[in-house]
């Protein structure tokens, strides 16, 4: 692949159980003109769309695994693609479920067929977050250890962490991912070099409405 390539299409199947999408983004040369707008009512998936997106070419499995959809694919302007799907392995009525992540390298619509990856993410926590940000679960002590000896970070609020050295501020979903795919990392379950080139050729920059309004509200605070 080239270094800089295009994101071209993304598609989506049975997402939260219900829906189908099929999205094509624009690619022009004029890149002013290079838009695309996604509406629909609220809870059809939106961002939900655009966070799969930031999740795959990020690998950040472990989030990817929480959304509930069947199958993703991403296709890049190079004709190339990555197809992930998802299976739940076991699930009952506990908190937690075992992910089973199936990721496939297609080029020019031809499955390439040795270069698959299975991935199995054991114990992933469910309705980690709601809606308006708060945390539905307990929040594992290995993962306040994790913050406080391996990070250094200081809890300054119920769900907020400080880092000392800079004032960064770290939510308790954004400490939950940092562990999680530290663990991840340590199983020796190495990621493929097809689906790290990928990645790398396809950079993303997701902004939450929500994330800008925390930072400004902690900008507020520290003046």
Known sequence: MNEFTTLKSVSVSKLFGRFDYNLTFKNIADESKALTIITAPNGYGKSTILKLIDDLLRGNYLR??????HELI???????SILVRRKVLSKNDTENESVFLVFELFSKGESQSTETWNLNIEEVQRNEIDEDGSISRRFDSSVIEYADRILGLRRVGVNVWRDPKNGRNFSRSEITEMFEVRRLKSSGNVEPSWLIEFRKSLPVLYISANRLRVDLDSQVNRR
């Open 74 to 80: 991403l296709k890049s302007s190079e004709d190339i």
């Open 64 to 69: 990817l695994a929480r959304t509930s959809f």
